[in-house]
């Protein structure tokens, strides 16, 4: 683990005891400002007949509710734009992005600090010149991330999504040493480069890969790092917090980071889980100016709590392993299945669907199964339309769309069959 320079945390190192001390002493001051000044946190601690003095260690956050994503959605609806949950006068917001739901995310320094310290730690520095693939439209990760690596010093190439021959030759050109983004799409540029004739380890300067986003298979982990001389590094964030938790050089799990505190827990009580059990991430970013006090991530996880070799004392994600209620991450993008229900309901020449998620060639493949119950449709101006609507409501574009049968799907079939395997 590098200690040099000034964005090594020393709380990094702290002894169980004395993490502890520290995440309730920045909890308590988060919680009185947000008491004080976000409505949505003052009603939870009323609702649940508690005050911010109460919490005197961290275990005492599970007598607070959990606030789901379907929950903020609907606070935000009632009171727009933030769902009571921002601390300070809306001018002040540098920047407002758009998760979708929809769900609008005010950002802050507060991130900014923290995610310039996980890429620092992954190894990322002021020489290195990133391809940034993640989007820059509505969503955070794109400018957001950008923000944290013009901080710590290194030279951007904004790219976003899409363009694969185009950035393929950027990051010939440029030089490019780091990249961020999906594990998925850097497959496609390393597999493109190479159908133009690349050696690519011989020809590119890639050193570093921050992941993000998606699982990353140990297959497509080795294969970056021993075919292509590329360092893969994991993390795992949401758009509402960014980063949570990063992989050190034992790749041994994911650390959580310092400035957010991470629960592991029955999403039924709300309860902590023993490490190696599973149970949802759940998390409490310090943050005084959109402070979401217990957001339940949606994502399901095995921690440890054991020690690493790195010297790091944080709890680490071992993996995750699956989703609470009815979502699923297919390329990045989170797609619930009352989304895909809204947008087949939407056009009266269809009915029952399925949507399966398969992986191919280490990429995700959306294949979406639906009845057609007018069979004098016209299937082809009908498809045009639902992969437009589909991918306006949902984010991601559909692989294949099928038209099958009335009553060809079981009517107990789940809405999203996730075949993928992790090897």
């Not at 309860?271 to 149970?279: N, Q, R």
Request: some cysteine.
């Amino acid at each position: 683990m590098a200690k040099e320079g000034k964005f090594f945390d020393d709380k990094e190192t702290l002894p169980p005891e004395e993490r502890e001390k520290y995440l309730v002493t920045r909890l308590r001051e988060v919680l009185k400002h947000a008491y004080d000044h976000a409505p949505a946190v003052k009603a939870k601690f009323d609702n649940a007949g508690l005050k911010p003095s109460d919490i005197q260690s961290t275990k005492d956050m599970e007598r607070l509710p959990i606030t789901s994503k379907d929950e903020l959605k609907e606070l935000q609806k009632k009171d727009p734009p933030f769902g009571g949950f921002l601390a300070i006068p809306p001018g002040d917001v540098v920047r407002i992005y758009m998760s979708p739901g929809p769900v609008y995310e005010p950002r802050t320094k507060n991130i900014l600090d923290r995610s310039v310290r996980s890429l620092y730690a992954a190894g990322f520095r002021k020489n290195d010149i990133v391809l940034n693939s993640f989007s820059y439209h509505l969503v955070p990760a794109g400018l957001a991330i950008d923000d944290a690596l013009v901080e710590l010093g290194a030279t951007v190439m904004p790219a976003g999504i899409g363009n694969t021959d185009l950035q393929v030759q950027i990051m010939k050109d440029l030089k490019v040493t780091a990249y961020f983004g999906t594990p998925s799409f850097l497959w496609t540029l390393i597999k493109r480069a190479e159908e133009q004739g690349y050696n690519f380890r011989r020809d590119f300067s890639l050193r570093i890969a921050f992941l993000s986003a998606e699982m990353v298979p140990p297959s497509m982990k080795k294969a970056f790092k021993e075919d292509y001389g590329i360092e893969p590094v994991e993390s795992y964030g949401t758009a509402d917090v960014m980063t949570v938790a990063t992989e050190c050089e034992q790749k041994q799990g994911l650390h959580f980071m310092d400035e957010i505190l991470v629960e592991v827990v029955d999403p039924n009580t709300g309860k902590a889980v023993a490490p190696g059990e599973i149970g949802e991430i759940v998390v409490t970013p310090f943050c005084d100016i959109y402070p979401l006090v217990r957001f339940g991530t949606g994502d399901l996880a095995i921690y440890t709590d054991e020690p690493c070799p790195c010297g790091r004392t944080s709890p680490r994600i071992m993996r995750i392993v699956g989703r609470v209620g009815d979502s699923v991450k297919v390329r990045g993008m989170f797609v619930h299945g009352r989304q895909v229900g809204e947008v087949v309901s939407s056009f009266p020449e269809l009915g029952n669907f399925q949507a399966i998620i398969e992986r191919f060639e280490q990429r995700d493949h959306l294949t979406i199964n639906v009845e057609l119950v007018d069979e004098k449709a016209d299937k082809a101006k009908l498809l045009d339309a639902f992969n437009k609507s589909f991918q306006d409501k949902c984010r991601v574009r559909a692989d294949r769309v099928e038209f099958v049968a009335k009553g060809s799907i079981p009517a107990d079939a789940k809405k999203l069959d996730d075949r993928r395997t992790w090897d």
